[in-house]
């Protein structure tokens, strides 16, 4: 994205009633004016007014992190964020459940010939706050436009880069048998406040997304002294699927208290509506971790501390188990397995 | 949203265990069958059986819509979305079902059918609304409880005028289901499947009533017990077979008291017999051939229905031949009886129907109850 255009060359960008046309991907003035007058606008840093093709960044402190997310979400505008926001907070989390602070982000978007221009700043506004709370500069970023019909108005690819201290090393392979499994807050908000927007449901309550940057919450759980071992955000395929690949990953069971797991009433019943298991929910704002157990107490008071981690909870412990199952005592009293979510119930939640 | 809970309460499922504990004989098995893949889904979501006595054994019934469709049904429903170029309105769970030549609906809406996933029939009619070139096609399957809306939803079409609407009929009927599975020669005969009674529906009981299963009762001597489905309403209904068995009575109770009623909803079943009439046999995956067992679309409402709209010929095609779903869906076998559950058959790649809905008894067994068949230690 380059800044360096005369002024005054051709009439501004219509930001209340204009629309994405082919031309502004065409790699012409168009394209020029959309970046400088929408993209830069907001975005803009030293970095991506160095105007070149790449991005030069200075070196870091530790090892390099870097993670990629598409984003196809829909409805784009959902209660509690936006497309926008999403891509950002998505990668942002990606790389900080490493243990990695995340510094900078680059941004491809797929815009739909037709996309009313007035959206797309709301998107990009929203991306650039966003940003500026989780404390990230996108540095680099590319535009491309398709024929109307051939996209679903935006499609936003966010990679994000942070860099890791030496020393730290937290994977989903090292779980073992006694540790205590936390998750930071209550589970399935993002993935029903889209469902329920898409399913036209209502609630006395509405259901917000839970998407938030978990940079500073990461930050502070690690300088909380706990020997944590796996972090991870569960955004698609839920709790459960994130257990379920670290059980793999770590070669251990995981047994979990069904009524330990903090789900918000209104997201229960909206649940019940759709015939969901909030497990299986994506959420966007929300780690998981993993630590020994004699340090689980010490890790929880540090979740809670933050105001992302305010309802966090200890929800079970690994076991030794050659079959990697995800097991859970239910509410009722009785026992079942926490599989992995087979099929495509939630097209479209990120 | 507190009324969910309540019937969750773990404590009250301990009491209720406890009764069942303490009134069941130890010198006899008790065999139920819960008919209903609403409480399959529950029974295994909830570990219900970690609760019960080692000699009260619940057995899963055939009554889950996705499992009973048999492949010819699914072939003519792909068959629309391909060579006819119909846009076909589904529900999410019909996706994965296995048909003919390798393929599913989902498969054959990535060959470009325009196969869309609804969540009601209304959808569907939206799209038909939408897209006045095109032919729009509902996939209408279930039990009592969802012909209702398609009986709505036909004769609003109708009401509207709406000329590219039609709905391929593939809603079965309850009590014929049970009656078959009374009349199999396992039950009757063989006493391989032995069947102390049976846990009744709950929605569908909403709609036809409890009346329709006095007959099972007393003609056949089985305890029917109509439950809802949450799982302490299991329990209860549990406890409630476990009397009757123990007294020697064989009748139909009701512990949905909250939603059942001796006549059901007769306005709706006004309304299903207004659109739909019997039809003189449908095929199920699993019981074959069942006499009046479906409903097809009346005369008068011919323009509706699919199969004479678009002159469809029903073709029957056999199971894959290691796939046990026919037997049981009859109650003779258990999941863990068919030789490819969970090596080749799984959720994600389902080689027969029970694997496919979460209600089937092979998908429940998989995703929730598997750890059984392999015990973990701490
Ligand atoms: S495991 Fe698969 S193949 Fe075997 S009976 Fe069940 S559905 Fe059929």
Redesign the interface.
């Known amino acids: 994205m380059s800044g360096q255009v005369k002024k005054g060359y051709v009439r501004p960008l219509d930001n209340k009633h204009g629309r994405v046309d082919m031309s502004h991907g065409g790699g012409g003035r168009a394209m020029v004016q959309l970046i400088t007058e929408l993209f830069a606008r907001h975005l803009g840093n030293e970095y991506l007014a160095q105007g070149n093709d790449g991005a030069c960044l200075p070196p870091g402190n530790g090892r390099l992190v870097v993670s990629t997310d598409s984003h196809v979400v829909s409805p784009l505008f959902f209660p509690g964020g936006d497309i926008g926001c999403l891509s950002v907070h998505g990668t942002v989390n990606d790389v900080a459940v490493m243990g990695a602070t995340p510094l900078y982000l680059t941004a491809g978007f797929i815009l739909e010939e037709g996309f009313p221009l007035a959206d797309l700043a709301r998107i990009v506004e929203s991306m650039a706050r966003a940003a500026n709370e989780a404390g990230v500069k996108l540095v680099a970023g590319d535009t491309k436009v398709v024929e109307q019909g051939k996209g679903d108005g935006v499609f936003i690819t966010t990679t994000g880069v942070g860099f890791l201290p030496e020393g730290l090393h937290l994977s989903g392979d090292l779980a073992r ?1 006694g540790d205590a499994v936390l998750v930071s807050g209550s589970i399935g908000d993002h993935g029903v406040a889209i469902m329920s927007r898409r ?1 036209n449901l209502s609630f006395d309550a509405p259901i917000l997304s839970d998407t938030a940057a978990l940079n500073g919450l990461t930050a502070n759980l690690l300088a909380s002294g706990a020997h944590i071992k796996v972090m991870r955000d569960p955004t698609r395929g839920g709790l459960a699927a994130t257990l379920n690949e670290i059980a793999h990953q770590s070669g251990v ?1 995981i ?1 979990l208290e069904e ?1 330990a797991i903090p789900v918000k ?2 997201v ?2 909206a649940c ?1 509506l ?2 969901l ?1 909030p497990l299986n929910i994506a959420n966007e704002g929300k780690l998981i971790a993993i630590c020994a157990a004699g340090d689980a107490d010490k890790l929880l008071t540090a979740m809670r501390a933050h105001p992302l981690g305010r309802e966090a909870a200890i929800i079970g412990k690994v ?3 050659p ?1 990697a ?1 995800v ?1 859970m ?9 926490v ?1 992995w979510l ?4 939630l097209p479209r939640i990120c | 949203m507190k009324y969910v809970d309540e019937f969750r309460d773990g404590a009250i499922a301990k009491r209720i265990s406890a009764a069942i504990a303490n009134q069941v004989r130890p010198d006899r098995r008790y065999n139920f069958m819960e008919f209903c893949g609403g409480h399959t889904h529950a029974i295994s979501r909830y570990g219900v059986p970690d609760l019960l006595p080692a000699n009260v054994r619940m057995i899963h019934g055939p009554g889950c819509p996705v499992c009973v469709l048999p492949i010819g049904r699914i072939d003519l429903a792909i068959r629309l979305a391909l060579e006819q170029g119909a846009i076909l309105c589904t529900y999410a769970d019909t996706l994965r079902i296995p048909a003919s030549g390798g393929l599913s609906l989902m498969k054959a809406k990535a060959r470009r059918g325009d196969i869309r996933m609804v969540y009601a029939v209304t959808d569907a009619l939206k799209i038909a609304r939408d897209n006045p070139d095109k032919e729009v096609v509902f996939f209408a399957i279930g039990f009592e409880t969802t012909t209702p809306p398609t009986a709505v939803a036909i004769r609003q079409a109708r009401a509207e005028g709406l000329k590219n609407f039609s709905v391929l009929c593939c809603h079965v009927l309850t009590p014929s289901a049970i009656m078959n599975i009374l009349e199999s020669p396992e039950v009757r005969e063989l006493g391989t499947v032995p069947l102390d009674g049976f846990i009744g529906p709950a929605h569908v009981s909403t709609v036809i009533g409890s009346r329709p299963y006095e007959f099972f009762a007393e003609e056949y001597r089985k305890p029917v017990v109509i439950a809802g489905f949450e799982p302490l309403d299991v329990m209860q209904a549990i406890l409630m077979l476990v009397r009757q068995v123990n007294e020697g009575r064989a009748t139909v109770e009701n512990e949905f008291t909250r939603a059942v009623t001796p006549e059901g909803n007769v306005k709706a079943q006004n309304l299903v017999s207004e659109v739909f009439e019997l039809r003189r046999s449908f095929e199920w995956r699993g019981l074959g051939e069942v006499p009046y067992s479906a409903l097809k679309i009346r005369a008068g409402f011919a323009e509706f229905d699919a199969e004479q709209r678009f002159h469809l010929e029903y073709q029957p095609v056999p199971d894959n031949k290691a796939c046990e779903c026919g037997a049981i869906l009859r109650g003779v076998k258990n999941p863990t009886d068919c030789k490819i559950f969970g090596n080749v058959c799984t959720p994600e790649n389902p080689m027969g129907s029970c694997m496919v809905s979460s209600e089937g008894a092979c998908a429940a067994h998989y995703t929730y109850g598997r750890y059984k068949d392999v015990e973990a230690t701490e």
Not at chain 1, 342 to 345: D, L
């Open positions: 048998p399913e069971g047994h009524a009433p209104e229960n019943a019940e759709l015939g298991d076991v030794e188990d079959n199952f097991q005592k239910t509410r009722f009293g009785g026992r079942r397995m599989d087979s099929g495509e119930q």
